[in-house]
């Protein structure tokens, strides 16, 4: 599966009982992806911009992308930089829905 792959696939609703992937399944994700990083449970990646105009454009259209998919990010924003982590807090660590927003989110910043 492709960065591409994921980012046309569409999130599935997460109640709990899903079991979070183990290290090597989100290793194996993680792959896929360009420039995210697993912290402490959460995939992460910080997003630079030239000013706090691109910054909140860019955190507007994630809000938006979040809210159909149903899945949202925790943010950290600052005037030129986002940082943005993903982690399914009904399964207790990550699931396949983060990194198909991740994989949204990077087609989003090349926008």
Known sequence: MTASDLA???CKPCEGGVPPYTEQQAKAMLAQLKGWVIEQGKLVKLYPFTN?????????ALAW???SEDHHPDLAVGYNKCRVEY???AAGGLTENDFIC???CDLLFKL
């Open 102 to 104: 991740a994989a949204k």
């Open 52 to 60: 706090y105009y691109q910054t909140m454009a860019f955190v507007n």
């Open 87 to 89: 982690s399914t807090h």
């Open 65 to 67: 992308v979040s809210h």
């Open 8 to 10: 046309r696939r569409k």
